[in-house]
């Protein structure tokens, strides 16, 4: 690999593309691995149809989005629990240790309720995953902000032994990224590389085309002790060509390959007589 920390394209980024374009792009490109964004695609489900895509693109499943956005509320299961439990069992499959969580939604009151107890039940019976819970962002509606998380977007609010620090979430919620890594002390071991402007909504803009301080939490990492991986999950949907989105994520893997290289002890200068 081509640094300490691994670089690997979300599925996600490749959208309205299907889940095996995105394997495709990043062996194109050269990325380390894959996060898949566990959706409607049928295939982002199948650990069989995963696993032939990972062989034949020579790229691994290396994290797992559980389903956890409003559109797959009944992928698998209506039952988030099941959901959780089928993502997790997807990673082991696939060889992924890290499988990315939102907090619940406040309508899921009784998930939402049990969420703390259930997710160590949930990791007690998957002792190889981490289950990296997201930071979100409150949602302005007609003029008024509200949270549609319990309890809250801020997942350091409770507390839980393992984060996805999400800069574009950071943007949208109107925080300093450095200020959530911070928050998330050794708690932090996967990041979702994107970028934000501080608009109301997630953005997922190519990093350094936002104002969220993305360069610098990249080299703090390091000095963290962070030993997971980065994905990068931008948006491009309105790219208007294939050739403009792989342009979009070939600069979102060179900034993140630029700015986590470790530093270089500088060689002894030399003079000529």
Request: negative net charge; contains cysteine; charged residues 20%.
């Amino acid at each position: 690999m081509s640094s300490r920390v691994p670089v690997l394209l979300s599925s996600s980024s490749v959208f309205p593309e299907p889940t095996a374009a995105a394997f495709e792009m990043a062996a194109t490109v050269g990325y380390d691995g894959i996060e898949v964004m566990v959706w409607t695609d049928r295939v982002s489900q199948d650990a069989g149809a995963l696993k032939g895509l990972a062989e034949h693109y020579d790229v691994p499943v290396l994290s797992v989005h559980a389903p956890c956005l409003l559109v797959t509320q009944r992928v698998w299961s209506p039952d988030p629990w099941e959901r959780l439990n089928r993502a997790a069992q997807l990673a082991e499959s696939l060889g992924a240790p890290t499988v990315v969580v939102h907090p619940p939604f406040s309508w899921q009151r009784d998930y939402a309720k049990n969420f703390v107890p259930g997710l160590a039940k949930m990791q007690a019976k998957h002792p190889d995953i981490t289950f990296a819970i997201e930071n979100m962002f409150p949602v302005k509606m007609a003029g008024r902000w509200f949270v549609p998380y319990t309890p809250g977007w801020d997942p350091t609010e409770v507390g839980f032994d393992a984060y996805t620090l999400d800069l574009s979430h950071c943007a949208a919620a109107r925080i300093d990224s450095l200020a959530m890594a911070d928050k998330m002390g050794a708690g932090l071991r996967h990041v979702h590389l994107g970028d934000g402007t501080g608009e109301a909504r997630d953005e997922h803009l190519v990093p350094g085309r936002g104002s969220q301080p993305c360069a610098e939490v990249l080299r703090t990492l390091a000095a963290r002790g962070f030993t997971g991986s980065v994905a990068v999950e931008v948006s491009t949907r309105k790219a208007p060509s294939r050739a403009a989105r792989e342009a979009d994520l070939r600069e979102s893997l060179a900034f993140a390959r630029r700015h986590l290289a470790p530093a270089q002890s500088a060689a002894p200068a030399t003079t000529s007589a």
